[in-house]
């Protein structure tokens, strides 16, 4: 899975190329919000262009439901790609029909047009063949570099594929080469921390970890349901019910290698003003919630992350966009940063946390991909890698 060939294997000059990008960015009064995945896109973007091929860039942004959307137009995203690069990239008004023909007829070696969000036309998600045969009409070679859309099979990501000879972007490329170490080949002692609301998204990525790593860290709104599993009352916290035999079943399985809170961070009601108390794992009172990992637990798996020659971090460690609520994401990210270990840290919010305590440059590997790595660290092959040819 993790031996495909990329920009580098084929040849580029005279070539048009249509490019796979992740633009699915924040927009704020007809402009860009956050530039992260654009940036991200960057050095594949200018790697083709050094070697002397004309660019088609297709992406999908929001969820227009198969409608054309006027707020969830790529057009702004033209304008800003335009201003990193200083160089003109044109935008062609959709990306099928006369107006995305009309565009790459017209590209020349060097040149860069940007197509209208894709998912204007429900045979997108359908992964449409004709709609797919229309992407890639006019160009030569599919460059996939949106591993944040790698998982889904829709026809700007897989369909193409069918058409046109396809390879991953550089992107991609370091996607695939930082988890694909983590699942095929980890340096050990491996260590990964999982975090976030829900276990039922996370049984896979457990039960698959649990066959690589030595130690599991959980943390987050799982931890609850993994705690009233071992028989704690967890009180007013959140806890799915109907996950509860399975993670009765991991703890079983997982033979000491899954580590849970040692104290939580309580509250009286989910906000940042409510009152709050650190208490042991076990005492909290009637209507009271676990809202973060309380500072023993920061310690005890700091310890572990600190000894750990490979980190993978998915998932927060509590509420924190509750800044009361934050201290143990953050402190988690403090050791990951302070470990020598190979680092890779995906998923939305966890990278926000990264970025926000100001640790990111000490990361190894921040993935723009929360879906798509969840899926690869599940052990699932991503079927919009799956598509790309094999070196």
Same mark, same amino acid.
């Given at each position: ?6 920009? #580098?294997?084929?040849?580029?000059? @005279? ?20 530039? /992260?995945?654009?940036?991200? %896109? ?5 790697? *083709?262009? =050094?070697?002397?091929? @004309? ?11 198969g409608k054309v959307v006027p707020a969830l137009s790529l057009r702004p995203v033209a304008d800003h790609l335009s201003a990193l690069l200083q160089m003109e990239v044109a ?10 023909? $009309? !565009?790459? +007829? @017209?590209? =020349? ?23 797919? #045969?229309?992407? %890639?009409?006019?160009?030569? *070679? ?7 859309? &790698?998982?889904? %099979? ?6 193409? !594929? ?18 694909? =170490? ?6 050990h002692p491996f260590v990964a921390i999982l975090g976030g609301a829900k276990i039922s998204d996370k049984i896979g990525v457990v039960r698959n970890l649990l066959t690589k790593a030595e130690h599991v860290l ?9 705690? +009233? ?19 009765? %079943?991991?703890?079983?399985? &997982? ?18 003003? +409510? ?14 919630? !676990?809202?973060?990992?309380?500072? $023993?637990?920061?310690?005890?798996? @700091? #310890?572990?992350? #600190?000894? !750990? ?19 143990? /994401? ?21 990278? &926000?946390?990264?970025? $926000?305590?100001?640790? +990111?440059?000490?990361? /190894? ?27």
């Open positions: 899975m993790f031996h495909k060939k990329t920009v #580098r294997d084929v040849q580029l000059n @005279g070539k048009k190329v249509l490019v796979r990008v992740d633009f699915n960015v924040p927009l704020k009064d007809g402009k860009v919000a956050d530039d /992260t995945r654009i940036r991200a %896109a960057i050095p594949t973007i200018e790697y *083709l262009l =050094q070697h002397g091929a @004309g660019l088609v860039l297709t992406s999908h942004l929001g969820r227009p439901k935008f062609a008004a959709d990306c099928v029909g006369e107006p995305a023909h $009309q !565009a790459k +007829a @017209g590209l =020349q070696p060097g040149g860069i047009v940007l197509l209208e969000n894709t998912r204007f036309h429900p045979e997108e998600k359908k992964n449409d063949p004709e709609f797919a #045969r229309q992407l %890639a009409a006019g160009c030569d *070679l599919f460059v996939n570099d949106a591993f944040g859309s &790698a998982h889904r %099979a829709h026809a700007s990501t897989v369909g193409v !594929a069918k058409y046109l000879p396809a390879v991953a972007g550089l992107l991609m490329e370091k996607e695939l080469k930082y988890l694909g =170490q983590a699942l095929e080949n980890p340096k959980i943390g987050g709104g799982m931890a609850n349901t993994f705690l +009233a599993a071992q028989g704690y009352d967890m009180a007013a916290s959140l806890v799915e019910k109907d996950a509860l035999e399975t993670a009765r %079943a991991l703890l079983a399985e &997982a033979g000491g290698k899954i580590h849970l809170p040692q104290d939580l961070v309580i509250a009286d009601a989910f906000s940042a003003d +409510a009152v709050r108390k650190t208490v042991p794992v076990g005492n909290l009172p009637a209507g009271w919630m !676990a809202l973060d990992i309380g500072p $023993q637990t920061v310690t005890a798996f @700091g #310890r572990l992350i #600190r000894e !750990a020659a490979m980190v993978v971090w998915n998932g927060p460690m509590g509420v924190f966009e509750l800044p009361p609520f934050a201290a143990g /994401t953050f402190g988690i990210a403090k050791a990951v940063a302070e470990s020598d270990a190979i680092s890779i840290v995906g998923g939305g919010d966890s990278v &926000a946390a990264i970025k $926000q305590s100001g640790l +990111a440059d000490k990361i /190894t590997h921040l993935s723009t991909g929360g879906g798509a790595s969840l899926e690869m660290l599940e052990g699932k092959i991503l079927p919009g890698v799956a598509v790309l040819e094999d070196k």
